[in-house]
């Protein structure tokens, strides 16, 4: 079956740098991509729909300065978030379309300390 | 707008009890998808099932099976004689046609499942 790999998929980092999430297809092209987060105890909750070579589409109040997505392949969709603060600290996962289905990556776990 | 309600926050059992857990809908849509995944604490999604809207035949694999009723717009799934490896939360996702809103899942909250020896 297809494969999404996502990647690093846990990560720690210091408040007010920026670390970049990588998702990949890896056996199948993806024009679509959706990123999600997931607080502790919650459900999954849309960020953004990552759209080949063009700009993605943000959930409302999500800061796009912020959570910056570049989906420059069909095979590869990145997240990077900017300026990084402990209440960013979450779990990110993405998602890769292919007709009816949704395959996700493994998740990201971030910790912002 | 779409939705989709698990009102079971945590559900606990003993093993071999047969559970279920419900999970009603909104759409206004007329072809959509239903989805069960399962999250361990790992935190990795696993696909259970997928469902459009045009099938109703209910479906079974294995110790899984799935009541899908539009009557109703529930989709529940009922676990038979429960082991502790089913221990984990539960999530069910609506989708609506990639060319409406691309596609996305919108989840409910989840159930958390805890079965005990």
């Known amino acids: 079956g297809a494969v999404v790999s996502q990647h690093p998929s846990w990560v720690i980092c210091k408040s007010g740098t920026s670390v970049k999430i990588e998702c990949r297809s890896l056996?199948?092209?993806?024009?679509?991509m959706f990123w999600y987060r997931q607080f502790p105890k919650q459900s999954l909750m849309l960020m953004a729909t990552s759209n080949e070579g063009s700009k993605a589409t943000y959930e409302q109040g999500v800061e796009k300065d912020k959570f910056l997505i570049n989906h420059a392949s069909l095979t590869l969709s990145t997240l990077t978030v900017t300026s990084a603060h402990p209440e960013d600290s979450s779990f990110y996962i993405c998602s890769a379309r292919r007709v009816a289905e949704a395959f996700f990556g493994q998740g990201t776990r971030l910790t912002v300390v | 707008a779409q939705k989709v309600t698990q009102a079971q926050t945590e559900i606990s059992v003993v093993e071999k009890e047969d559970v279920t857990l419900d999970c009603v809908y909104e759409t206004r849509d007329t072809t959509y998808y239903l989805f069960w995944y399962k999250q361990p604490p790992s935190g990795e999604l696993v696909f259970l099932i997928r469902?459009?809207?045009?099938?109703?035949q209910n479906e079974i694999s294995g110790r899984y099976s799935w009541n899908f009723q539009k009557s109703t717009s529930s989709f529940n799934f009922t676990i038979t004689a429960s082991q502790v490896v089913d221990s984990a939360v539960y999530f069910c996702?609506?989708?609506?046609?990639?060319?409406?809103?691309?596609?996305?899942?919108?989840f409910g909250q989840g159930t958390e499942l805890s079965v005990k020896p």
């Open positions: 996702a609506l989708s609506v046609p990639i060319y409406n809103q691309g596609g996305k899942l919108i």
């Open positions: 469902r459009n809207s045009f099938d109703e």
């Open positions: 056996d199948f092209q993806a024009t679509t």
